[in-house]
């Protein structure tokens, strides 16, 4: 184990969480707006950083190097709807979340889906619906976690595992929303720098990017074909199309992606993120896949194809070299990882516990169920990690398909479509989440030559579509939901009358309440 | 273009070329939002 690399990893850590101790100073955390969304002040480049941050996972370090030494340049498909996701979401609903957020007084992004789709069914599905599925993303972060440090430092997995797991637990509890967001900003600028180096070796190591080319072409020509390796994905335009879409518009179905609408400063906040959120994924998105190509040359008998990168970086990198990748792999994890767990905390406490088991918890027990959550997550997440941990791809491809199919029609109409309603709502994600849940477990890729994202995205906005004009006369969306809407589609300031958001609270009260009169007069 | 057959180049620098173009598009067309504020004392 290298001094230099232990070194840089402690002092990336130091570093990472004396930047949370001074966001949570700078306050933002006195109340629970404050805690969960950081008091809505986080401005364009930060919002654009932890957006991009949180989006891109330790699956960008292991998943997409392992696809692209496995199947050559077919792997940058994936890239190629991932550069634009995050311009695509500001641009799509940014602007329009970030008010209607605010006028509705909505906190997490489920309580969101339940102001504008008002039931409690819908809170109750996609609230369990997402901590089932952001568990299993963080299950991908720890395993990525533990393989990296275990890798690089030369110690046992299972410790390295604790470690990561460890780590990660202190560093979430540390503070709320803002410590998370000015944490990402800096760990998002340590990815872009650790990768580039990787990237820029590698391409040394080989002669440039034209003379490597040349030898895979010797290797294999169709490694540099678009159809992968041994022109395996030859016409399957399903797959392709469902490698595109699950990290360009998936991340608008992604709930604790879309959170970061709702914490921007303004609603115009939304476009100068956009500009910067796109400036670094150019940069950041294809250099992982390339070197997991570029891999293929330089380490010809890696037996684990997802462990490219650090192999690469370990390789060609000098020792304070590699502990800053290493830090920069880390910074991939744990931005995600925090999001994510945070989230899953936010949701339990929140939109299950306060919403449906106890309406009148304090903060504190809310503090507390939420700490509770995290803490089972790690501990059922290292578990796994442990016994029989999956490969990271196939976790990150899973839960992002299902959370994509199931919540992006839904947070897109919600702010776009004035007919999309609960029922409609309620059976889009039903639906979605099922389809591409079956269409990933029963192993229909193969068969049909389709991705579970677009079967999934497909047969979710159907739904979504065809329920919500189904029941329009016996559901239709409330006035003062379609109001608000109105507002959110033009630019201008928010009306006085909304930003008392209690009272969009009572309009949903009285909405149900009048409903359940009305269905009692009708029984009667 | 750097050893790579033609689809494989309009996949690597075709798909970063749509995106840049997007976002100037983008960035045009939303250029009135620096009037948008979140409240009205915001705006004046």
Known sequence: MSGTVIFFLVLYYVVVLGIGYWAMRRGGGEDLEGYLLGGRQVGPIATALTLQSTSMSGYMFLGAGGLGFAQGYWALWYAAGDIGGGLLNLSVIGRRMRKMSQMMGALTSIEYLEKRYPSPAIRLVAGVLTIFLLGFYVLAQLIAGGKGMALVTGISYPLALAIAVGIILIYTFMGGYLAVAYTDFFQSLVMLVGVMWI??????????????????????????????????????????????????????????????????????????????????????????????????????????????????AGQLLPAAVTGLVMAAIMAAIMSTADSLLLQTGSIASRDIYERFINPRASERQMVMVSRGLVVAVAVIGYVVALVEPPTVFSIVIFATSVLGSAFLPAYVCAVWWRKA?????????????????????????????????????????????????????????????????GVSSKVGPIPERFLAATEFDLANEAAAVGKAIEEDSQDG | MFGLPFETALLVFGFPVFWILYMVVFLYVSRRWDRDSATEDDAS
């Open chain 1, 421 to 485: 309603n609960t029922p409609g709502a309620l059976a889009s994600m039903i639906v979605g989440a099922t389809v591409a849940f079956v269409w990933e477990y029963a192993g229909l890729v193969n068969t049909t030559e389709l991705h579970p994202m677009l079967t999934g995205v497909v047969s979710s906005t159907i739904t979504m579509i065809v329920v919500s004009l189904a029941t329009q006369t016996i559901s239709p969306v409330p006035a003062y939901i379609l109001d608000a809407m």
């Open chain 1, 199 to 312: 990237l820029i070796a590698a391409l040394s190591e080989l002669g440039g990017l034209t003379a490597a080319n040349t030898a895979l072409s010797e290797l294999d020509p169709t490694l540099l074909s678009v159809w992968g390796r041994g022109l395996g994905f030859e016409g399957q335009w399903g797959v392709v199309a469902g490698a595109i879409l699950i990290f360009s518009v998936g991340y608008m179905g992604w709930p604790h992606v879309v959170t970061r609408h709702m914490a921007m400063s303004r609603p115009a906040t939304a476009r100068r993120a956009g500009f910067w959120a796109t400036i670094w994924s150019l940069f950041f998105v294809p250099a992982p896949y390339l070197v997991g190509i570029l891999a293929i040359l330089i380490l010809p008998g890696l037996d684990d194809p997802e462990m490219a990168i650090f192999q690469v």
